[in-house]
């Protein structure tokens, strides 16, 4: 506990870090009062059956990563999964067109020109996304809205759903911003932060359901301790799943080792079991989102169309297992360059016993890479349906979502960046850190 006290003391001492976590709690207080703004035009007290029903299914994921605000009608309803797909279709894209490979390889003014053309998509995705939301609201819950402002057209249209339409593309984008901010004068990075920050905004509703459910309705007091071990046992396998590991499989070692120091890691190569991170979740569940998007639409959806949007589903749950796997051999792919590997594997002096310099020696670390990335790929999907898996045992809706998923991968990745980060302020200015050790790994500690 002493320790404890003087690790903030520590904190405080340093102005720069100060400063830095000031901003960064100022930014994300701005982003929770937003989310409590709701669109002009809607009774929030009318609100309680589309809150209710959207706390269900997919929708209750997107409620979850907007921190309420979906299911609020607020102006940042649609929070950053706009931004979410639109960037995973520029990494997409700079596989496969030359002009994104250029803009890849121009340093800084190449980024900047990456970020403004996927600023652009986002509003194209938002435009796509919030007539959905809008036409949800006012088919089945047009009592919420007001009959002046729904009655009343501009232009050809309603009032109500141009104004909502408007408000929500300006609140993606200032969430966007916000992010950016966070990102350069804050501490971590500012969108993985607003992400976190609205899961950890859900959560004590989530425990306060499961704890009523398990005290009146079945369970009681035993069953709800052993979940929350349980879900403490989760964290855990999370933590080791984000940080990953720097050392290969033994069965590779005497393939690989050489008798020079490499990226100052000896007698290994900088490799990891799970060098994607959590990134193949976010795709994947963007991915998943796009069924629920044009079920807006659709006046009868079909029962194919229906089968995946249920979140608990057997056919939802398949499938969003094989997207995982895949993404995190296409993540994997764009963040490790074996070539690369090889080139400064040569430059340093290291080696690999018993394989040429150059091409055969990248291909070895490409094949390397294969093979450890399958089970690290098969864990991850494993832990991303664990919600499904224990909602099949009774446990509540919003409870289960914590119970590893994407949210608790987010969580457990984004604090661990925050912790790294304050730890390394603390010893460069030569104060203790945060653990003995003095090393832990966030996300951006290897590779990813």
């Not at 982003?31 to 703004?37: F, M, T």
């Not at 984000?242 to 590779?252: A, F, H, M, W």
């Not at 002096?349 to 093979?371: H, V, W, Y």
Request: net charge positive; glycine share 10%; aromatic share 12%.
């Amino acid at each position: 506990m002493k320790r404890f006290f003087n690790t903030l003391k520590n904190i405080y001492r340093i102005e720069d870090l100060r400063k830095r976590i000031l901003y960064t709690l100022f930014i994300v207080l701005i982003y929770r009062l937003g989310s409590h703004i709701v669109l002009p035009g809607i009774n929030p007290g009318s609100l309680s059956r589309f809150t209710a029903n959207a706390q269900e299914g997919l929708m209750g994921l997107l409620d979850l990563f907007s921190g309420g605000a979906f299911s609020n009608a607020s102006i940042f309803a649609l929070g950053v999964m706009p931004y979410i797909s639109a960037s995973i279709v520029i990494q997409l894209m700079t596989l496969a067109v030359p002009y994104f490979q250029r803009l890849q390889k121009e340093g800084e003014s190449g980024r900047k020109k990456i970020n403004q053309i996927t600023r652009f998509l986002t509003i194209a995705v938002v435009g796509v996304q919030a007539p959905a939301y809008i036409a949800n609201i006012t088919s089945q819950f047009s009592y919420a809205v007001s009959p002046t402002l729904f009655n009343t057209t501009i232009l050809g249209f309603s009032a109500f759903a141009l104004t909502a339409f408007l408000l929500l593309i300006a609140g993606t984008l200032f969430i966007m911003w916000l992010g950016e901010r966070i990102t350069d004068n804050g501490l971590g990075n500012g969108i993985s932060i607003i992400i976190m920050v609205g899961i950890i905004a859900r959560f004590p509703f989530a425990l306060q359901a499961e704890f009523v459910a398990r005290f009146t309705e079945s369970g009681g007091p035993i069953v709800f301790i052993a979940e929350l071990v349980a879900m403490m046992a989760i964290i855990a396998m999370c933590v080791l799943l984000v940080q990953g590991t720097r050392r290969i499989p033994v069965q590779y070692a005497k393939r690989i080792v050489g008798n020079k120091q490499y990226g100052g890691v000896r007698n290994f190569l900088p490799l990891k079991v799970n060098a994607a991170g959590v990134m193949p979740i976010i795709f994947a569940q963007a991915i998943m989102f796009l069924p629920l998007t044009f079920m807006k639409f659709t006046s009868q959806p079909s029962k194919g169309l229906m089968s995946f949007i249920d979140y608990n589903g057997v056919g939802y749950n398949i499938l969003f297992f094989v997207l995982i796997i895949a993404f995190t051999y296409f993540y994997t792919a764009i963040t490790i360059n074996p070539q690369q590997i090889a080139e400064d594997l040569k430059k340093n002096g290291g080696f690999i016993p018993g394989t040429k310099p150059g091409k055969q020696t990248a291909n070895l670390i490409d094949e390397i890479m294969s093979r450890i990335t399958l089970p690290g790929s098969i864990f991850l999907g494993f832990v991303a349906i664990m919600p499904a898996l224990v909602r099949m045992l009774g446990v509540n809706q919003q409870f289960a979502q914590f119970f590893g998923g994407t949210s608790l991968l987010i969580m457990v990745g984004v604090v661990l960046d925050m912790l790294q980060q304050i730890e390394s302020h603390l010893l460069m200015r030569h104060y203790d850190g945060l653990t003995k050790s003095g090393r832990i790994k966030g996300r951006n500690s290897g590779m990813y």
